[in-house]
């Protein structure tokens, strides 16, 4: 059974910065696998904010956090992180970090595309 278990979530305040970590175990996880985060707000859909496609080949931003929020992986530890920073009372949220095997790109930003998720980790921010 495959598990992703987030953490490093928590309260800042505005302009201040969080760094997410998520543990894949389970099984032997490929260096094919693309990873990502999603995130979802109180009362809104949740959305797609950063992924890892198939290893480290390319990384993919939402344009919300794009040069606020990095998105890496150690394949060794199978472990994805979210290193958000200039945090705005706008990325409060859940969230949740998800994997998934046979990823085609062009559906990298779909919730549907990938097979596992972890619980999410809460993140707070105050203006």
């Known amino acids: 059974q495959v598990q992703l278990v987030e953490s490093g979530g928590g309260s800042v305040e505005a302009g201040g910065s969080l760094r997410l970590s998520c543990a894949a175990s389970?099984?032997?996880?490929?260096?094919?696998?693309?990873m990502a985060w999603f995130r979802q707000a109180p009362e809104k859909e949740g959305e797609f904010v950063a992924a890892?496609?198939?290893?480290?080949?390319?990384?993919y931003y939402a344009d919300s956090v794009k040069g606020r929020f990095t998105i890496s992986r150690d394949n060794a530890k199978n472990t994805v992180d979210l290193q958000m920073n200039s945090l705005k009372a706008e990325d409060t949220a859940v969230y949740y970090c998800a994997t998934d095997r046979n990823m085609i790109l062009g559906t990298i930003r779909l919730d549907r595309a990938y097979d596992y998720w972890g619980q999410g980790t809460q993140v707070t921010v105050s203006s």
């Open positions: 890892i496609f198939r290893g480290n080949v390319r990384t």
């Open positions: 389970g099984r032997t996880f490929s260096r094919d696998e693309t």
